[in-house]
């Protein structure tokens, strides 16, 4: 991890108590990164309570730590945030197992929140992603939102076979919201794309209007309600 050009400073030694501020620069491996990042007071993995898997990539990383220069210094005192430009990304996706890679994703987080966004290829579909987390008791909270545009053989990929796109392709968006039993929304437009279903015999030319909207809560062990 290259640390080069971190800094802390005390603006105004005066102060009863100074305030000293930490700028941290840091390029490292995406998990040398989150392994920084997960360190108090900002915890970010462990306030994420989520199994990320192995990651491959590159991330740069500016972080600020503001703190009261005070002996047993409590971390509700430390103010941090952190901005973090990752690139080369690639993992499965935890539980799906879905080859997921980025050429940049953007991350910002403090104590209070995360947001991480940015292009994608899923299953090498081109999609865009946007996680946004929200932390603390009462408060907590999370969205991911996936919009994707999907031809015949990224279906294939992701296990709908029994889906075919003739022509065309179908832009769709999933959006899961909440942590325990998320609920999944699934938004398709449908109108560009010529689909053909063999064991239901139906069939829709391209340029036909059609659209999809399906809404299920995901349960923790697995299935829908």
């Known amino acids: 991890m290259d640390l080069g050009g971190s800094t802390f400073a005390i603006p105004k030694l005066r102060e009863k108590p100074a305030i000293g501020v930490a700028r941290i620069a840091a390029r490292a491996s995406i998990a040398d990164a989150l392994a920084l990042l997960d360190q108090p007071p900002l915890e ?6 989520a199994d990320l898997g192995e990651v491959a990539g590159r ?16 971390l509700s005192q430390v103010a941090a945030q952190a901005d973090a430009m990752l690139s080369e990304v690639a993992l499965r996706s935890p539980g799906s197992g879905l080859a997921v890679s980025s050429p940049r994703l953007s991350l910002t987080a403090d ?3 995360l947001a991480l966004e940015g292009p994608a290829v899923i299953e090498g579909a081109p999609a865009r992603i946007a996680w946004n987390e929200r932390f603390g008791k009462g408060r907590s909270g999370r969205t991911l939102r996936v919009s994707a545009r999907l031809d015949d053989a990224a279906l294939d990929r992701l296990g709908f076979e029994q889906v075919q796109i003739r022509e065309g392709a179908v832009d769709a ?15 398709a437009d449908l109108g560009a794309a010529a689909l053909r279903v063999p064991d239901l015999a139906w069939r829709k030319p391209a340029g036909a209007p059609g659209r999809l909207s399906a809404e299920a809560r995901l349960l923790p062990r697995g299935g829908v309600d």
Not at 44 to 49: E, I, P, S, T, Y
């Open 44 to 49: 970010l993995v462990f306030r994420l309570n």
């Open 59 to 74: 991330a740069e990383v500016t972080a600020e730590l503001t703190m009261p220069l005070i002996r047993k210094l409590p």
């Open 111 to 113: 104590t209070a929140a």
């Open 173 to 187: 968006e999933l959006v899961l919201e909440g942590i325990e039993t998320p609920l999944a929304r699934i938004d």
